[in-house]
């Protein structure tokens, strides 16, 4: 399983909106591609800043594929990421996912 992490500086006061933004458009984007098993969005307030990382595990490269393209690190934006972002970093991380547990509901 791979872990593909993302990261998003956003002005504090846009935050909530981003915050929106992300779970309306950019959950829902995640879990239509086939072989994407979870989505998390995460966020973290740093003075005037608010920092976000869209944490999703995914059963292979291919589905990763499927969602990014053929640049598995390339990040993915949305046209209304611009009135949010400070930056546009223009990679995200993978991590290989070797070991997990969860508690049941």
């Given at each position: 399983?791979?872990?593909r992490i993302w990261h998003g500086r956003t002005a504090k006061r846009k935050a909530d909106a981003y915050a929106l933004f992300l779970e309306?458009?950019?959950?829902?984007?995640?879990?239509a591609i086939e072989g994407d098993l979870r989505v998390e969005i995460l966020r973290r307030d740093e003075g005037d800043t608010s920092h976000f990382l869209t944490v999703t595990h995914w059963v292979s490269e291919d589905a990763v594929r499927r969602f990014a393209g053929a640049n598995l690190l390339r990040a993915k934006y949305y046209p209304?990421?611009?009135?949010f972002l400070l930056e546009f970093e223009p990679q995200v991380q993978h991590f290989a996912i070797v070991a997990t547990e969860a508690t049941p509901a």
């Open positions: 399983m791979i872990c309306q458009r950019a959950i829902p984007d995640y879990r209304e990421d611009e009135l």
